[in-house]
T-cell receptor, first 112, second 113 residues
Framework: KQEVTQIPAALSVPEGENLVLNCSFTDSAIYNLQWFRQDPGKGLTSLLLIQSSQREQTSGRLNASLDKSSGRSTLYIAASQPGDSATYLC???????????FGEGTQLTVNP | EPEVTQTPSHQVTQMGQEVILRCVPI?????FYWYRQILGQKVEFLVSFYNNEISEKSEIFDDQFSVERPDGSNFTLKIRSTKLEDSAMYFCASGVYMRQPQHFGDGTRLSIL
């Protein structure tokens, strides 16, 4: 059974700092890895999807990487802004189906 | 930008009552999903739906749950006899196809009294 873990659970940084969020998964039979943002009381906003054949994906100030052999993905946020404050979730989609298995999330606070 | 819409945003129901949660997926999407998030816990997969049938379901999705696509736009989750432990945020998601990004609605907060 796939288990997804995110470290740290919470992170507080000053505005302008570059930061890395970590996601690890136990089963390498993962087809793709999706990163989401969740604002309080809101749904999940898809940020990036990395397929197993890819090593990384970039969107604006966000860069996500995937290393299946080590069971890890990272989300790099450059030049953080207060508007980046949210909970960031990673989720893996397995090769055997289309369900997403989620991590617990990292709650990010960017202080002005 | 197209989005997944869910109604109602908050549903309060007495234990034992039936509840129907509604979703309108993005119009050209073919795969539909329900997930739930109990307060303070991870988002959990319930069921996926494709071509008018369930393609995958989790152990949570027992006989009390059912899904339906009654027309070309709506996708519903029915809980027949609600229990206290069904209290959670329920998210609907859709994707163009499997292996493509899943797009989520804002959720329905279900409170069972």
């Amino acid at each position: 059974k796939q288990e997804v873990t995110q470290i740290p659970a919470a992170l507080s940084v000053p505005e302008g700092e570059n930061l890395v969020l970590n996601c690890s998964f136990t089963d390498s039979a993962i087809y793709n890895l999706q990163w989401f943002r969740q604002d309080p009381g809101k749904g999940l906003t898809s940020l990036l999807l990395i397929q197993s054949s890819q090593r990384e994906q970039t969107s604006g100030r966000l860069n996500a990487s995937l290393d299946k052999s080590s069971g890890r993905s990272t989300l790099y946020i450059a030049a953080s802004q207060p508007g980046d404050s949210a909970t960031y979730l990673c989720a893996g989609e397995e090769t055997s189906g289309s369900r997403l298995t989620f991590g617990e999330g990292t709650q990010l606070t960017v202080n002005p | 930008e197209p989005e997944v819409t869910q109604t109602p945003s908050h549903q309060v129901t007495q234990m034992g009552q039936e509840v129907i949660l509604r979703c309108v997926p993005i119009s050209n999407h073919l795969y539909f999903y329900w997930y739930r998030q109990i307060l303070g816990q991870k988002v959990e997969f319930l069921v996926s739906f494709y071509n008018n049938e369930i393609s995958e379901k989790s152990e949570i999705f027992d006989d009390q749950f059912s899904v339906e696509r009654p027309d070309g736009s709506n996708f519903t989750l029915k809980i027949r006899s609600t229990k206290l432990e069904d209290s959670a945020m329920y998210f609907c998601a859709s994707g163009v196809y499997m292996r493509q990004p899943q797009h989520f609605g804002d959720g329905t907060r279900l409170s069972i009294l």
